[in-house]
């Protein structure tokens, strides 16, 4: 198999192939139904297929927006949480670095010290597309507490020494500018050109912009100057320290090295993968300038890990996902990307396309409003909820006086769905406060059986019935063998989150729980006098016996002795934890699949979210030239086993005739396979009079095909035979 | 009796210059000599060579300076083209002649604009009379910039008939210089390497590994205060260098692995002192060599890694099932024999990086764009490399940038035993 294009080329070729084909399914990326355009337009109707508004389309479209916009706001706020203290370590940093500068130390231990640029190097892990949100917040915070002056530098703005500079003194100028506000007459606005780019003249800027705050004292710059300080150090952010050449970011260390002593400067190094990076990019003559400090910041499994956590495995929002969509982010993030936005992108996708396409998820909301809007279900709506196959195997069960009702009493039938959500509701409090617990005790057996991430027993309980599961038997089998504080801190550990959960059945549990803590220390007491005893008289009988054959034989005895011994009362009371701790498993963890109504609260329909977020650019390719019916819908095009229809796009039929071509393809041959095709079903009769001789037109539709294909990069001009391209795709070598 | 000597300065200003620059009298007094008296015409064009940190800037400014020769002063790695190197000097020309007066903005862009606006500015000061020095800092950048630069400073007081001479510093040697079509030969001059004697016991350890002058100053004043501990204690008196040596030579050479190296930063290993603790709880940069990647970037990697240090030619040995029993020996070419770890890596396509993936990924992997960008974010993160990307229509080519030692630590993550799939290591 050959392709010959780079992905970035690729998207560029697939795009051209969208144009071409204006009827396009989406196979990729995200389609364009997404958020943002809907949000924008402020249209329902987009979710509408109808004209009539039976399935509450505008209803649910509202709901999709307001939960959306709950999801965001707690997105924002956790990851927030999460950078708090790395963003106050550099901040610390940061006021650390430049403390000499403003004392103007005259010392040479410090002269000496303060030649280096202090540096920061930050180490954000691989995933890039989050960084954009680290950077922010911090230039945010930065430009709150430290410093105006934040300059965030690219590497592909910056190709040479001198386009960063442009760039830095853009940046830094016209924050200054923005700062103050722009009725300032003496802060003329220089356009960019003008100004001569280079270290000097920044460090005037800097001068005459300090030395402005320091005099102008009145009204308006109070408030900044109290803020920052007298001479705010100039923060400079790259944000891929990878892309940069060594040359540009040397240039530069070198160049404001000799002015770090009339320009506070201090520097950021965004790093991606390892610091290792600093060492190859820079010699040590240039490191040598550099004061660098290391800060890292929370690996992206453990922020996946926290999101997880606050988004799904909590009662706050209705919806919730299926186990396989689950596993598909999931997988994805850990497969591919390692990219906390995109899960959330993702998440984001399932919330938009299960309330465009499941009609009963208006229902699908908090639950003071089920109520209200059960009761005003349309007729349709009803029936929608009649053909739920979850629905259908309730209402199997039931005796049937009620199965009647069921079927044909809209109002009963509200009435019992609401019944119905509000259990589920009960059902997913309860299930989050034991998957709790029970991650509590799967989280420390050796080699985790269940997974070590609390998502991992997620799924497997979303799955099946998780106590059917051979892992399920083997963690439980392993928690019997757990010694006496592991199983005490656990227990403990579990009364705190059933005391804690809101669930009003757990106080029975809790109590429960409370009482083997009890046992246990009772336990203890009794045990501790009870092997004082025991170790003291054995050790006796030791001690008289000197000879080795009696020695031997003691030991053997008490090593008997212990084998066979009954089970001690400690570990009678374990298996009565692990017991109940089954039990209340089997009655809490029951897998949302059996629960009547799921569909409309999970979001399972997996194929749509593959579709929109593992793009397989090949396979729509070859699809869409191999089979054009398939995009454009139209009957004429539709061919069955393999021939080619004549009515297809040209570039469709030569594609064909290619593939059954080797690695060269004669042209001529192509040329005349092409022109049969095409002419085969317009004259069948009138083929004798030009057999030989190749209309024009057909001649240039077929050259216009070939170059089409060759601006796509199925083949290219070979030097190798005359008349004869290179095939370089699928089969061709 | 001064060193120094010379009838155009008073005595005091020599003195005083003399104890400025220590270990340098010698080249001081020859540079005195080519200047001459003030209004002297001197040399057209000196070039002072030496090593990192020989003291040429700080001699060269010293001696200006002190001796208030006007003079103008650029640094050549500042000011990188050519243009902004020319106004420069004349921007400084203007404004230590005019003194307050506000500057105008200059605008010079090339090399006979300069000469006419050098001559104005001249005219315009009060220096006829006196020779003007242009030091050029870095000077090897010179030879970045157009051809004609270079050698018209060189002869810049034939060009301007003024009074100027031009001193150029660099750390090269004046044959790299040397343009093909030749140019006026400027005077050369040796700074020769500091054999400082001081401190021994810091050279001891750092003079080995370190020759930069700047670098020792540094390290010296960082540690100084560690040094004179015991004193302060009361342990030891000034002259007990044996019990200061004992106290300093663990600390110093801890210093040569951590901070030295940049390893951790100055103000880390300033806190490390205060607070008496150990190094080791501080990890420098390099031990922060995990990265962590997805699950597939990671076969990917490994995919290139093979690729790269793999000839074509044992791929059907690697990853075919029934590719027969092939001896090493037997079937390698004789260039082959040499290890191709020491050759580094070599350039593959794209379609081999995935044929290799494919094979070495248990499951299926569907070739989807996320496959693809991948790719790409390993480039731009620099454990791929792309190489020669200017004919689009060939599939491009890769290389993989990361060591045995990393590469192997990814594949331990994978439970994917690499060695066995190297045929280096066969």
């Keep these: 198999m050959k392709w010959p294009l780079e992905p970035v080329r690729l998207m560029f070729v697939l795009k051209s192939v969208w144009g071409f084909f204006a009827v396009f399914q989406g196979c990729f990326v995200f389609k364009p139904t997404t958020k943002k355009r809907r949000l924008s337009e402020k249209k329902a109707h987009d979710f509408r297929s109808t004209s009539d508004d039976s399935e509450d389309t505008e209803l649910r479209f509202v709901t999709c927006q307001s939960l959306w916009n709950q999801v965001k706001s707690e997105t924002q706020r956790i990851q927030e949480d999460l950078n708090k203290q790395l963003l106050e370590n550099l901040v610390s940093f ?100 003008k100004i001569r780019c280079s270290m000097s003249s920044l460090t005037s800027w800097y001068e005459s912009v300090t030395k402005k705050t320091d005099s102008e004292t009145p009204s308006k710059k109070r408030n900044s100057s109290s803020r920052h300080w007298q001479s705010p150090p100039v923060v400079v952010i790259f944000k891929d320290m990878e ?26 190094f965004g790093i991606a993968t390892s610091p290792m990076i600093i060492h190859r990019l820079l010699p040590h003559s240039v490191s040598s300038l550099l004061c660098i400090e290391l800060f890292q910041s929370l690996s992206c499994k453990e922020h996946l890990s926290t999101i997880i956590d606050k988004l799904l495995l909590t009662s706050r929002f209705p919806f919730k996902l299926g186990e396989k969509v689950l596993q598909v982010l999931i997988n994805i993030f850990l497969y591919h990307d390692f990219s906390v936005q995109n899960f959330i992108k993702g998440f984001q996708l399932c919330i938009v396309e299960h309330f465009y396409s499941q009609p009963l998820s208006v229902l699908c909301c908090q639950l003071a409003d089920i109520k209200k809007r059960a009761y005003s279900l349309s007729h349709e709506q009803c029936e929608n909820i009649r053909r739920l196959p979850s629905f259908r195997r309730y209402v199997e069960k039931q005796e049937s006086g009620k199965q009647v009702a069921l079927l044909t009493n809209d109002c009963f039938l509200k009435e019992e769905t609401e019944k119905l959500l509000e259990d589920l509701h009960v059902y997913h409090e309860n299930y989050v406060s034991i998957l709790r617990c029970l991650h509590v005790f799967t989280s420390s057996l050796p080699k985790y059986p269940l997974g070590k991430q609390i998502r991992e027993l997620h799924c497997a309980c979303l799955e099946n019935r998780v106590w059917e599961t051979k892992e399920y038997e083997s963690s439980l089998q392993l928690a019997r063998m757990l010694n006496k504080t592991d199983l005490v801190t656990m227990l403990q550990q579990c009364v705190e989150i059933l005391m804690s959960s809101s669930g009003k059945e757990f106080d029975k549990a809790a109590e429960k729980l409370k009482e083997f803590l009890t046992q246990f220390q009772n336990l203890e007491v009794a045990e501790a006098s009870q092997e004082r005893d025991v170790s003291v008289s054995s050790q006796k009988e030791l001690q008289k016996k000197t000879d080795l054959y009696h020695l031997q034989k003691t030991l053997l005895e008490l090593k008997e002795s212990r084998r066979s011994k009954k089970l001690t009362k400690f570990e009678m009371l374990r298996f009565e934890v692990v017991d109940y701790i089954d039990s209340l498993v089997r009655k809490y963890l029951v897998p949302a699949d059996d629960r009547t109504l799921h569909e409309i ?35 004429a095009l539709k061919c069955d086993g393999g021939g080619i229809s004549n009515k297809a796009p040209d570039i469709c039929i030569v594609y064909k005739l290619h593939l059954e071509c080797g690695r060269l393809i004669n042209l001529v041959d192509w040329l005349e396979a092409f022109s049969t095709v095409v002419t085969a079903a317009e004259e069948p009769n009138a083929d004798a009079a030009s057999s030989d001789q190749v209309d024009d037109t057909i001649h240039a539709r077929f050259i216009r095909a070939v170059s089409e294909l060759e601006l796509l990069g199925f083949i290219k001009p070979s030097k190798q035979k005359t008349d004869h391209v290179a095939r370089l795709t699928w089969g061709g070598c | 009796m001064p060193n120094l000597e010379h009838p155009a300065y008073p005595a005091a200003d020599l003195l005083h210059l003399e104890s400025l620059v220590p270990c340098r009298e010698s080249q001081v007094s020859t540079l005195l000599s080519i200047f001459g008296e003030r209004q ?41 083209t050519s243009r902004l190197l020319l106004e420069e000097i004349l921007i400084q020309l203007q404004s230590c002649s005019s003194g307050t007066e506000q500057t105008s903005p200059v605008h010079c862009d090339t090399l006979n604009d300069f000469v006419r606006l050098f001559k104005q500015a001249v005219a315009n000061r009060e220096l006829q009379d006196q020779t003007l020095y242009i ?26 008939d003024r009074n100027v001479t031009v001193i150029l510093l660099s750390e090269v040697v004046w044959e790299l210089f040397r343009p093909n079509i030749g140019c006026f030969e400027p005077f050369t001059m040796y700074f020769p390497d500091f054999y400082a004697a001081y401190i021994n016991i810091l050279l001891g350890v750092f003079y080995m590994v370190c020759r930069d002058l700047k670098e020792l100053r540094h390290l010296a004043a960082l540690n100084f205060a560690k040094y004179c501990e015991p004193v302060v204690r009361g342990e030891a008196n000034e002259r007990d260098t044996r019990k200061l040596w004992k106290n300093i030579e663990p600390h110093l050479k801890k210093a040569m692995q951590t901070v030295y190296l940049r390893e951790i930063s100055s103000s880390q290993w300033e806190r490390l002192q205060h607070d008496g603790g150990e190094p080791g709880q501080l990890k420098g940069l390099s031990a922060h060599t995990h990265v962590e990647l997805p699950y597939y970037s990671k076969f990917l990697l490994i995919a290139a890694y093979l690729a790269s240090y793999n000839p074509v030619r044992t791929d059907k040995r690697f990853f075919l099932k029934h590719h027969g029993k092939i001896r090493k020996t037997n079937f390698m070419k004789k260039h082959e024999k040499t290890s191709n770890h020491l050759l580094g890596p070599k350039p593959f396509p794209l379609d081999r990086l995935l044929a290799i993936l494919y094979s070495i990924v248990d499951n299926r992997v569907a070739p989807t764009a996320n496959i693809f960008s991948q790719i790409t974010s390993l480039v731009t993160l620099q454990l791929l490399s792309m ?24 594949a331990r993550t994978v439970n994917f035993d690499i060695i066995k799939y190297l045929y280096d290591f066969l």
């Excluded at chain 2, 001696?63 to 650029?74: A, E, G, N, S």
């Design chain 1, 94 to 193: 940061l006021s650390r670095s430049h403390s000499d500068f403003q004392e103007k130390t005259t010392e040479w231990t410090c002269r000496m010290k303060f030649r280096e640029i202090p540096t920061a190097a930050l180490v954000l892990g691989v995933n890039v597309t989050d960084h954009d949100l680290t950077f922010r917040g911090l230039s945010d915070v930065l430009q709150d507490n430290i410093t105006p002056y934040v300059a965030l530098l690219e590497a592909k703005d910056c190709p040479g020494i001198k386009n960063l500079m442009q760039k830095l003194m853009g940046q830094l100028m016209n924050c200054d500018i923005d700062v103050d506000s722009l009725e300032d007459e003496n802060c003329v606005q220089v356009s960019q050109n």
């Design chain 1, 243 to 268: 892309s940069f050449t060594t040359k540009v970011l040397q240039d530069f260390i070198v160049i404001s090295s000799q002015h770090i002593h009339e320009l506070p400067l201090v520097l950021i």
């Design chain 1, 601 to 635: 609260v999970y979001f399972n329909t997996t194929t749509v979210l593959r579709g929109h977020l593992n793009a397989a650019p090949r396979t729509a390719l070859h699809t869409a030239l191999n089979n054009p019916h398939w995009y454009l819908k139209n009957q």
């Design chain 2, 40 to 80: 002297q015409f001197s040399f057209p064009s000196v070039f002072i060579y030496g090593h990192t940190s020989s003291g040429k800037t700080y001699v060269m400014q010293t001696l200006l300076t002190t001796l208030q020769l006007p003079h103008v002063f650029v640094n050549c790695v500042e000011y990188f």
């Design chain 2, 135 to 160: 030091v050029l800092d870095r000077a090897e950048q010179l030879r970045e910039m157009e051809a004609n630069i270079l050698p018209a400073f060189l002869r810049l007081q034939e060009l301007t």
């Design chain 2, 387 to 410: 190489v020669g990307q200017n004919d689009q229509l060939d599939g491009p080519r890769y290389k993989c940038t990361v060591s045995l030692d990393f590469i192997r630590a990814i």
